[in-house]
Structures are given as structure tokens and as C-alpha cells.
């Protein structure tokens, strides 16, 4: 079984500090997504990550991934109160096809 | 606009009701899925359906029935529900191969009384 970990589970940091999101997981996946959850709603896909090395950037949010290390991270520049939410990793488990494994998630809050 | 949309956004059940949840989506998808999300907690996968066909059930009770009607259509049939299975029920759609990822609905917030 994939066995996907973030952490930290619960991050408070301060608007204008940077911070990294880390992502492990356990057997072999060639893909790695992030999503971002607000409460109560649904899940926005944020990165497709699709091959080792792979770097994805929107705004504030960069994203990469080592599948080697069997490691993706989500760093934060300069963060602002807009990014306050639940990020998830899932891996994509690869001679599944189609079956995504979630992270346990990343509870965040920017304070001003 | 979200391009997978799931009917209704809440809903409240006694324990003895049959209710359905549905989920419709038109980006020509052939994946579609069912998770349970409990509050604070990562996704849980119910059922996938490739190309129509049930091709993983993780252990759902019974309770819970899937049907895919067609490749657009996905549907959760509820029959005596317990007050546990009260959570945010979630659609999402995607290449069978998983492809450039899910793409989720905007889910049913169930609670069972």
C-alpha cells in the first residue's frame, strides 16, 4: 500500500515569512499532485507534478518533486492571509492506474 | 463553474431513508470516484469506476451502493445510514490513467440523524 505523509499537520506562520510543506511517500509513484481545501468546500487542484525534477510555480506557491527521495515539497514566499486553507499531496499509485493516495494534509493559517 | 457537479449540496437523513447522491461531469473523463471526507481529515476513497465498470470498492459497507449509468453519471445510493457516516461527500472525474490529476465537484454535505 502507498502510504503518503505531509507535515507539519498544522502550520500558524506570520504574513511576509516563507515556509516549506513536505510531502513523503512510501513506494513508487511517478506522479504527485497538490490540492488546496478550504473549509467546507471542495478540493482545487493546485500542481501536476509528472516526472522527477519537475517544478511548478502560480504566485506565491512553488511546488517540486524528487522521486528518488520519494519527495515532493510546497514553499511558501511571502505569505499572505489569502493562503489560509488545507493543502494536500496525493500520490498517484502507478500499476493502479488511477488510484490516488492523500497525504494526511497541511492545516494552514497566516497571521497578520 | 465547477465541471463536475454534485446534487444536492446538503442533506439530512433519518436512519431508516433511502436517498441518492449525484454526481455528473462533461470533460469526457472514463474515471470517475467516490470519497468520504470526514471533518479535518484527508480524502477517503469509496469506489472508482473505469469505463463504466466498478473497478475498486475499498471495503464500503453496504449501505453505500454505487451506480454508473452512463460515462457522464455517477451515483450513490443511501440506504440505512448511521449517524458515523455523516460527512462531505465527494465526486471527482479523470483520465483512467489518472492523467493531469481529479478534478472534484463541489460535494454533498451529508448528515445522517
Known amino acids: 500500500e502507498l502510504k503518503v505523509e505531509q507535515n507539519p499537520l498544522f502550520l500558524s506562520m506570520q504574513e511576509g515569512k516563507n515556509y516549506t510543506i513536505y510531502c513523503n511517500y512510501s513506494?513508487?509513484?511517478?506522479?504527485l499532485y497538490w490540492y488546496r481545501q478550504d473549509p467546507g468546500k471542495s478540493l482545487e487542484s493546485l500542481f501536476v507534478?509528472?516526472?522527477?525534477?519537475a517544478v511548478k510555480q502560480e504566485g506565491r506557491l512553488m511546488a517540486s518533486l524528487d522521486t528518488k527521495a520519494r519527495l515532493s515539497t510546497l514553499h511558501i514566499t511571502a505569505a499572505v492571509h489569502d493562503l489560509s486553507a488545507t493543502y494536500f499531496c496525493?500520490?498517484?499509485?502507478?500499476?493502479?492506474?488511477?488510484?490516488?493516495?492523500f497525504g494526511t494534509g497541511t492545516s494552514l493559517t497566516v497571521i497578520p | 463553474d465547477t465541471e463536475v457537479t454534485q446534487t444536492p449540496k446538503h442533506l439530512v437523513m433519518g436512519m431508516t431513508n433511502k436517498k441518492s447522491l449525484k454526481c455528473e461531469q462533461h470533460?469526457?473523463?472514463?474515471?470517475m470516484y467516490w470519497y468520504k471526507q470526514k471533518a479535518k481529515k484527508p480524502p477517503e476513497l469509496m469506489f472508482v469506476?473505469?469505463?463504466?465498470?466498478?473497478?475498486i470498492n475499498e471495503s464500503v459497507p453496504s449501505r453505500f451502493s454505487p451506480e454508473c449509468p452512463n460515462s457522464s453519471l455517477l451515483n450513490l445510493h443511501l440506504h440505512a445510514l448511521q449517524p458515523e457516516d455523516s460527512a462531505l461527500y465527494l465526486c471527482?472525474?479523470?483520465?483512467?490513467?489518472?492523467?493531469?490529476?481529479?478534478?472534484f465537484g463541489s460535494g454533498t454535505r451529508l448528515t445522517v440523524v
Open positions: 469506476y473505469s469505463y463504466e465498470k466498478l473497478s
Open positions: 507534478l509528472l516526472s522527477n525534477g
Open positions: 471527482a472525474s479523470s483520465q483512467p490513467t489518472g492523467g493531469v490529476g481529479y478534478t
Open positions: 513506494t513508487t509513484s511517478d506522479r
Open positions: 496525493a500520490a498517484l499509485r502507478s500499476n493502479t492506474g488511477n488510484q490516488f493516495y
Open positions: 470533460m469526457g473523463h472514463r474515471a
